[in-house]
Structure formats: C-alpha cells, structure tokens
C-alpha cells in the first residue's frame, strides 16, 4: 500500500505487525494501535498539541533517576498503576489488600534486627508499630521479610534529601518465629508527591490537588506466598477520599492510637505522648502464573 488516509491507516499500521512472532507482544502492538489512534481521531490535535505532547513525555523521561521515577508518577496520577494492581491482584478474600508501589521504594534496604529505630534521624512524633505476618488461614509465617519505608513529618522521604546519603525511615526487618515484628519509627503524616516536573505541571493546568493520606509502606515477602505491597492509612486524614495516586482502599485504613506518657511494650520509658500501630497481615498462596491474554 502506498497511499495512507485516515481511513486506512490503523489498519496499515496493524498489518506491520502481523509477522510479530511473539504472540502476546503482537497482542499488545495492535491494541496499543488502535487505542492510540482511536484517541488521536478523538482528540484531533492539532501540530501544536502533538508537539506539547512529544515535549511532555521528553520532559517526564529527563528528570527521571534513580531517586526519582517521573513516569512511575504519572502512570500512578492518571491511575494506571491503580488499575493494574487491581488486574493483578483480583480474588483477595481473606487476605489482605495491595495497593501502589509508589515511586520512592529502593530495592535492597538496610536490615534491622527487631525492635529498631528506623527513623535514622529523621522528624516526626514517635510510633510503635507491631504486627504479624500469617498465611490466609491464620498460621504465623516465620523469617518473612518485611520492608518499611514512608515519608517524615515535613512530608519528605528520605531520597528527597539531597544532601542526605543515609537511609531513613526505612528497613527491612524478619519475623519472629511466631510471625512477629514490631519497630519503632515516627507518626507519618499527609505529604504532595514530587510536583515541580511535568506531572505537577499537569496536576496544575488541571485544578487537582498533589497530596497523599498519611500512611506507612510495606513490602511483605515470604516463601510460597504471593509478595504484599501494601499501605496502612491514618484514618482521619483529610486526603482518605482525594487521594493523588487513587491508592486508598477501605480495608487499608487503620487507627493509629495515641498513648500518654509511659512505658511501651518494649520496655522502653516514653516522657511524651506516642503512637501505636498494631496490624495482622495475610498473604496469599503463590499460584502459577496468570495467563496472558493473546499467549502461545
């Protein structure tokens, strides 16, 4: 075919694909395809708008490190993220519920043996938090690993910091024998995601407000069960039901109780109020890989 026109073009461009030999990929090219074009004939952007487009995406990929995932930030603000984690995490009954990633987890963090400060330095006022890792019928799973990490009280993480090499605010601790965990870290509070680059930017031209519930990140793993990533809302917070990245689910809110002065379950001797989380989590049998629409 030599002559291309709004009529014929999808389905030209779908045929460049048809010797894909991957037949999940080929799946994927042809519905990528006639979405976008489906969008574009919607649309009718004009050069300029094509172009803003173009620059957006440029700008997202040119600020991104890896301290900082631009385009994680996007997918998760146009609700992607959501929407694939809901795709991937369908049938959850009797365990508990995933949410985003987010983009500030860094792989490999310090581990700490039980009934740590996590804080390492960083502001915020005082939480114990404890839970226990079980399967869906309630069985203690031992040495599972548990990743922690989450904002201080100005809002921050600790990769935000750039005169900060040190983590904070951020470990990976193992269950007891009887499931257990339990460290010490700080009250977290509601905090905006990064809007100084091109997803803030959008945030802006579009009248939406960059700030996320107060909550606590975990990353639960143990053998022959699915891997949890997780939050823990502060019930009460202002942004539960405007939630920047659309993350919050009922069943992941949870009172954090404030204490008066005294002695915590540790034996540690505390002169100023503090908080206490408490928490059961259930994780899910690994099952063999989910089909992928349009696989050999």
Known sequence: MREFTEENLTEAVVERFGNTPDPRLKLIMNSLVRHLHAFVRDVEPTFDEWMSAINFLTRTGHICTDKRQEFILLSDTLGVSMLVDAINHRHRDGVTETTVLGPFY???????????????????????????????????????????????????????????????????????????????????????????????????????????????????????????????????DQYLDSDAVFGVKKSLIRTYTKQAPGTAPDGRKMTAPWYRLSNEFRLKLAEPARARKGAA
Not at 119 to 125: I, M, R, S
Not at 178 to 191: C, D, E, I, L
Request: net charge negative.
């Open 106 to 236: 860094v792989e490999g963090p310090p581990e700490m043996p039980l009934g740590s400060d996590v804080t390492g330095g960083l502001k915020g006022d005082p939480l114990y938090a404890e839970g226990t890792v079980c399967g869906p019928d309630g069985k203690p799973l031992a040495n599972a690993t548990v990743d922690v990490w989450q904002s201080d009280a100005d809002g921050f993480y600790d990769v935000q910091y750039a005169d900060r090499e040190e983590p904070g605010l951020r470990a990976r601790i193992r269950t007891d024998s009887n499931g257990r965990f339990y460290f010490w870290s700080v009250m977290p509070t509601a905090y905006p995601i990064p809007y100084d680059g091109p997803v803030g930017d959008m945030l802006k031209a579009t009248k939406r407000h960059p700030y996320r519930p107060a909550h606590l990140h975990f990353l639960i793993a143990a053998e022959g069960y699915e891997t949890l990533i997780t939050h823990l809302f502060v019930d009460g």
